[in-house]
């Protein structure tokens, strides 16, 4: 899992409620993403980050937002418009977003709904 | 438009015997191709990758995956299963000029002592 952190483990979300999921990377990477896995499913990218204060939706952006105020943080927030968010949540960064970057992960959040 | 597959759910191979998980894909032009590995409520670890030259990658492990270009495959593999190899494995691809990550739905492989 590197030098990224995401926090909480495990987070339960309430009906109508709004929760933020925190990434961390202390690898001085300059690209971060966000990922949704579902059971038997790949990844699908919610949103992704090529510098600071810049982010772009990825594939299923709709009832997720993000923020990039600074290069080591990424964090996700679940709104309440997302109505399935019960997944397991996979923050990643690289170097930069070159073709051959590698990506590498945190060890992940699972969101459950209360 | 690009695709990755996994075509197996699940790979069964008794410990000490070789192992292949199969990864295919379409792409448009030269590929890209990753492969990583997530154990049980963790994050995904990077293994290998191919961007161009030697068919033949080694990654962590023990792993290797061979690029097979007329097949459109990347299978990885390993000489020898260990127990411990248990886990999920990930195939992706990343086109030329295309910056995101296309994944497999995954491939579940079990070593049997």
């Known amino acids: 899992d590197g030098g990224i952190t995401q926090s909480p483990k495990y987070l339960f979300r309430k009906e109508g409620q709004n929760v933020t999921l925190s990434c961390e990377q202390n690898?001085?990477?300059?690209?971060m993403y966000w990922y949704r896995q579902d059971p038997g499913q790949g990844l699908r990218l919610i949103y992704y980050s090529q510098i600071v204060n810049d982010f772009q939706k990825g594939d299923i952006a709709e009832g997720y937002s993000v923020s990039r105020e600074k290069k080591e943080s990424f964090p996700l927030t679940v709104t309440s418009a997302q109505k399935n968010p019960t997944a397991f949540y996979l923050c990643a960064s690289s170097i930069g977003q070159g073709q051959g970057e590698t990506q590498y992960f945190g060890p992940g959040t699972r969101l459950l709904v209360l | 438009a690009q695709s990755v597959a996994q075509p197996e759910d699940q790979v069964n191979v008794a410990e000490g015997n070789p192992l292949t998980v199969k990864c295919t894909y379409s792409?448009?032009?030269?590929?890209?191709l990753f492969w990583y590995v997530q154990y049980p409520n963790r994050g995904l670890q990077f293994l290998l990758k191919?961007?161009?030259?030697d068919n033949l990658v080694k990654g962590s492990y023990g792993f290797e995956a061979e690029f097979n270009k007329s097949q459109t495959s990347f299978h990885l593999k390993k000489p020898s299963a260990l127990v411990s190899d248990s886990a999920l494995y990930f195939c992706a691809v990343r086109d030329v000029g295309n910056y995101q990550l296309i994944w497999g739905a995954g491939t579940k492989l079990i070593i049997k002592p």
């Open positions: 690898l001085n990477h300059d690209a």
């Open positions: 792409v448009s032009g030269n590929p890209y």
């Open positions: 191919y961007i161009t030259g």
